[in-house]
């Protein structure tokens, strides 16, 4: 059974920086797609950072303007977000995805469609 799991959701000041951990169980990494979403109150889900875990090949959101990177460690099995000069604008639960595919997917890397498994989210909130 696939289980994503995150970590590291938390209330901040704007300005500061987060990163998120998804350690994935019954699934390996390696050489599949993995994403981060996020959903405000409110607003539909939305991607915002995507890697092909074998070439470590990233795709960002435009509006992510590089405060965000994404990165893996294969060995702990597990997908970080590192969010920094957070703005209240990135207050949302922050789900990691994982695709059931083995290889690139033939989509788009941050379209939802794409991926088959997710974990249950990690709040972050930013305060002004």
């Known amino acids: 059974q696939v289980q994503l799991v995150e970590s590291g959701g938390s209330k901040v000041q704007a300005g500061g920086t987060l990163k998120l951990s998804c350690a994935a169980s019954?699934?390996?990494?390696?050489?599949?797609?993995m994403a981060w979403f996020r959903q405000a109150p409110g607003k539909e889900r939305e991607g915002v950072a995507a890697?092909?875990?074998?070439?470590?090949?990233?795709k960002y959101a435009d509006f992510v303007k590089d405060r965000f990177t994404i990165s893996q460690d294969n060995a702990k099995n597990t997908v970080y977000l590192q969010i920094n000069n957070l703005n209240p604008d990135d207050t949302a639960v922050y789900y990691c995805a994982a695709s059931a595919v083995l290889g690139l997917v033939r989509g788009d890397l941050l379209d939802a469609a794409e991926y088959n498994y997710w974990g249950q989210g990690t709040q972050v909130t930013v305060s002004s």
């Open positions: 890697i092909y875990t074998t070439d470590d090949y990233p």
């Open positions: 019954g699934y390996t990494i390696r050489n599949h797609c």
